[in-house]
């Protein structure tokens, strides 16, 4: 279950990208450690690349806000990061740039019982997420999938 002040987190997270020239990709509130843990994951706006400098600088004026709007009464840790390998694919260039890498999609099957399958990403489209698994293409629902992740390729 999705901590409740993620909403006013992610759009506080949004404010402060529109304003700082960075995109939020993602935000998550990780409760299960101590102090929690506030991650951000942003990409720039023009598409390139984040360096730590902007990770240190979006950070700064995200921790400020945080801080104006008392968004979190308990103690956290702020990270600051970009999608790299092992990472979700969420986004349309997530999906164009890793063509043909190995995938593991979770969805729900027809039944809504939640699966996973493995295989090589071909692409997504407006209707489905098409793979290659063992040499045939499959294609999934995109209202179906709950999650696309990158995985090491099997030996």
């Known amino acids: ?31 299960h450690r101590h102090p929690c843990i506030v991650l951000v994951q942003i990409r720039t706006g023009d598409g390139g690349d984040v360096t730590l400098d902007d990770c240190a600088a979006f950070s700064g ?11 979190l ?8 990061s970009s999608p790299g390998l092992n990472d979700t694919l969420v986004e349309d260039r997530d999906f164009h740039s890793f063509r043909g890498f190995p995938i593991e999609v979770r969805f729900r099957d027809s039944s809504g019982a939640e699966c996973t ?10 209707a489905f997420l098409h793979l ?7 294609r999934i ?4 999938v709950l999650t696309v992740s990158l995985t090491r390729p099997s030996e």
């Open 61 to 71: 004026a995200l921790a400020e806000a945080m801080e104006a709007e008392e968004l």
């Open 117 to 126: 399958r493995a295989g090589l990403l071909l692409e997504r489209d407006d």
């Open 1 to 31: 279950m999705p901590h409740p002040l993620l909403p006013a987190l992610e759009s506080l997270a949004r404010r402060v990208a529109d304003t700082t020239g960075f995109r939020v990709v993602e935000a998550q509130i990780q409760t």
């Open 141 to 144: 629902p995109r209202q179906d």
């Open 132 to 138: 290659n698994v063992r040499g045939r293409r499959q």
């Open 73 to 80: 009464s308990e103690a956290y840790v702020l990270e600051i």
